[in-house]
């Protein structure tokens, strides 16, 4: 029989007020934030780790993709300026226009970046624009967008509750060294991953599971010569390959990728079902689960994969990749239907791929002043798997700290915020919000939107 402790009413000094306040500093909140900031509002942005960048740095989720709609590249804005900022630092490697095509010798140029569509069907897989990146350099980057946009970040503290008053969102409480602290403000952004902010003020959500992984990095590794041994024996390149992700228990079919520091390898891998990314005993067992995986493998890629004989164990990733926990059941559940079919939605602010984001996936029920951003957004389990990468819930994040700023700058919730200011400031910011659907969108008929 479970007990159950009674504490007293927290109390919390104020330590901040703020017009948005976004909890969560992973690639979602940081681009909330640097929205809202660049459309007026003041900005307090809450992280419980050391740093910023959440899965793109503590995770290591070292390939930015799901751009593309054929030659079309459909994310950009914050992204792209992240991008930009990296590859000057040398920190981000993507392959040219002119390379972006299906051959065997494009495939030996690129492959090993994770540069190309992987939902394609055609062997080799076209490269295509993506990127990869190094995890300090998204740190790095982060900092300064968040600095240069004046934004008040508040490290080292860990999101307790939210502060609810006549059904809306007025603030939240962080557990922090100093004990709790509040912050309060007008909107409300949960960029958590997890919707801590929106599940705890009682908005309806969904909860499922699906992989989690303990990204790891390789040092010392003669990428050319191991890429020469793939490409001279492609027969016995597979099967070593296939005994180290059976070791490894799961893994994309490329289980390492190269980065842009020489000799250093991502794996993006060991893949574990069966795990809990909300539970705390869950998560520490997942941990070890992995870390015993990879501690197993090592020695075996040393010795029998060429290109690796000196290889190390570099680090393990601060965070563990956990891709599906808690999802909103906001005023609109994205569907797989509509991410396959394409369906473009007459309230997109935001775009992935080839699938488009409507407004109110972004808006919880049954509390104001609210909006989420990131891979928790208002979707069934199927449709969230397909539309989670860091790209698009970096458009959601620009689009829900666009709409935070402007329903503090008009006075009015962000629920009746209209989604076509949004979409122009949008543009204004260098994003595309999806209001201009592609050639294969499957388009609403008038009739069919809420307004």
């Known amino acids: 029989m479970s007990q159950i402790v009674s504490l007293d009413a927290v109390e919390a000094p104020v330590v901040q007020r703020s017009d948005v306040i976004v909890v969560g500093g992973g690639p979602a909140g940081v681009s909330a934030a640097v929205a809202a900031a660049r459309t007026g509002a003041s900005v307090t942005l809450l992280e419980r780790y050391a740093a910023l960048g959440g899965l793109a740095s503590g995770g290591m989720v070292l390939v930015l993709d799901d751009m593309i709609n054929g030659n079309e590249i ?203 990314g909300t539970d705390p005993v869950s998560l520490t067992e997942a941990e070890f689960e992995a870390r015993a995986r990879i501690g197993a493998v090592l020695d075996h890629i040393k010795a029998e994969l060429p290109g690796f004989g000196n290889a190390y164990l570099l680090d393990v990733a601060e965070q563990m990749g956990v891709r599906q926990t808690r999802l909103l059941q906001g005023e609109y559940v994205v569907t797989k239907d509509d991410v396959t079919s394409r369906r473009h939605f007459a309230d997109s602010v935001a775009r992935g791929r080839d699938y488009y984001t409507p407004y109110r996936a972004l808006l919880p029920r049954g509390v104001d002043q609210l909006l989420v951003a990131g891979r928790h957004y208002s979707a069934t389990p199927e449709a969230q798997r397909m539309s989670r990468e860091i790209p698009p819930c970096m458009a959601m994040g620009q689009a829900a700290g666009i709409a935070a700023a402007t329903a503090v700058e008009q006075g009015v919730l962000v629920r009746d915020v209209d989604p076509a200011v949004v979409q122009h400031r949008m543009r204004e910011q260098g994003a595309d919000p999806g209001d201009v659907p592609s050639e294969n969108a499957t388009v609403d008929q008038p009739e069919e939107v809420v307004a």
């Not at 630092?89 to 495939?107: C, K």
């Not at 992984?213 to 296939?242: H, K, S, Y």
């Open 74 to 276: 459909t994310v950009t804005g914050i992204v792209d300026e992240y991008v930009e900022r990296m590859a000057k630092l040398g920190l981000a490697v993507y392959p040219p226009a002119e390379d972006r095509y299906s051959s065997p010798e494009m495939w030996a140029k690129w492959g090993r970046w994770g540069a190309f569509d992987f939902h394609s069907h055609t062997n080799p897989k076209p490269i295509c624009y993506a990127v990869a990146f190094d995890p300090d350099g998204w740190k790095r980057v982060s900092n300064d967008l968040v600095r240069e946009s004046g934004i008040n970040l508040r490290l080292h503290s860990w999101f307790s509750r939210p502060v609810v008053q006549d059904g809306a969102v007025k603030g939240v409480v962080c557990e922090t060294k100093s004990g709790p602290q509040a912050v309060m403000g007008d909107v409300v952004i949960d960029t958590t991953g997890d919707i801590d902010v929106a599940s705890r003020a009682g908005a309806p959500y969904a909860q499922d599971s699906y992989l989690v992984t303990l990204v790891f990095r390789l040092g010392g590794v003669d990428t050319a010569a191991a890429e020469r041994f793939e490409q001279e024996n492609p027969r016995e390149a597979r099967a070593i390959n296939r005994k180290i992700k059976r070791m490894l228990g799961g893994a994309w079919e490329l289980w390492w990728l190269k980065t842009p520091v020489p000799g250093v390898v991502w794996c993006n891998c060991p893949h574990m079902t069966g795990f809990d």
